[in-house]
């Protein structure tokens, strides 16, 4: 992985999404430089300027012209981290590739333990933030994100929203981010069958500037995760899904009518004052809805089923 060799291939790419981080920029990429140095690292480094309204891009273009390793992406307007990451990641050309935040709460000298912990047989190795540098309105929802999290998709980590994670180049290549779905990227790189790990990191006190990220995360982040659990469990099989619900709520509004079908008959007893009857049909007829949304979803992954559906590890032979 090391090599001193100016002309070799690049081996690390650092991507980095920011927004207003004029102040943080020369203090980070001065540490990323000093870490690649000492440890013999051929390195890029790729900033994605997410629509910034401070100077942030007039320092960046400074930094490109007096190092062309340092290359700069700039969005016309604030489009949010998934896309800023989606950006960096089709243009980084490194063997393994780093992201991490602007802010300076991300320690570059993690750098080398991060390249060591991927290499004992990881394709992903994502940073826990074990002792964090966060005020408790941020610490606490996060823990609990987290706890659900793992518990829904499987894949254990304690710190899903560390922005100091490593990958091998042919997971950003082949894993898709869009929307706010950054904070799943360990549980769609598991889902394609890639090997995630977990490493404690250093987190450091923010120096300059504020948080970007504000109360309304905590409300969309349940919403990207049951995205990501649908997409990924039942995107091929949407009629386990909705035939499921569909036969139980179904089940359920069937034995209802049959109850006051059966008290009809024996009892005399009249339905037209039975509020319940009015429940067991709705259950009825929304239960086959709910099957037929399966079964339309399933005519479409039909359709669809010429796309590729597997990721492939290796090959070997013709």
Request: hydrophobic share 40%.
């Amino acid at each position: 992985m090391s090599t001193s060799d100016p002309d070799a291939p690049v081996a690390l790419s650092v991507v980095i999404p920011l927004y207003n981080e004029e102040e943080s920029l020369p203090h980070l990429q001065q540490e990323i430089a000093n870490v690649c140095a000492e440890h013999g690292i051929t390195w890029e480094v790729i900033y994605v300027d997410d629509g910034s309204s401070d100077s942030s891009f007039s320092v960046l273009e400074k930094m490109h012209q007096r190092d062309s390793r340092i290359k700069v992406l700039q969005f016309r307007s604030n489009c949010g981290k998934s896309d800023a990451l989606s950006a960096g990641f089709k243009e980084a050309a490194g063997r393994y590739v780093i992201t991490m935040d602007a802010d300076l709460q991300d320690d570059p000298h993690e750098i080398p333990r991060l390249i060591a912990r991927l290499e004992e047989g990881f394709d992903l190795v994502s940073g826990w933030k074990k002792k964090r540098r966060d005020p408790v309105s941020k610490r606490w929802p996060s823990k609990f994100f987290n706890r659900v999290t793992g518990l829904l998709s499987g894949v254990r980590l304690h710190d899903f929203n560390c922005g100091l994670k490593i990958y091998r180049n042919e997971v950003v290549k082949t894993v898709h981010v869009y929307g706010e779905l950054h904070r799943y990227i360990p549980v769609l790189a598991a889902l394609e069958g890639f090997r995630v790990g977990e490493l404690v990191v250093n987190h450091r006190p923010r120096q300059f500037g504020r948080t970007k990220f504000g109360a309304a995360r905590f409300f969309r982040g349940p919403l990207d995760l049951i995205t990501v659990l649908f997409l990924s469990k039942y995107m091929r099989r949407p009629l386990h899904l909705f035939g499921g619900l569909g036969f139980v709520v179904s089940l359920a509004g069937l034995g209802i009518t049959a109850y006051l079908v059966v008290m009809r008959v024996v009892k005399q007893s009249y339905l037209s004052n039975r509020p319940i009857l009015f429940i067991g049909v709705l259950l009825t007829i929304v239960g086959i809805q709910f099957i037929s949304l399966g079964l339309l979803g399933e005519m479409l992954t039909k359709m669809n089923a010429s796309r590729h559906i597997y990721s492939i590890r290796k090959k070997l032979g013709d």
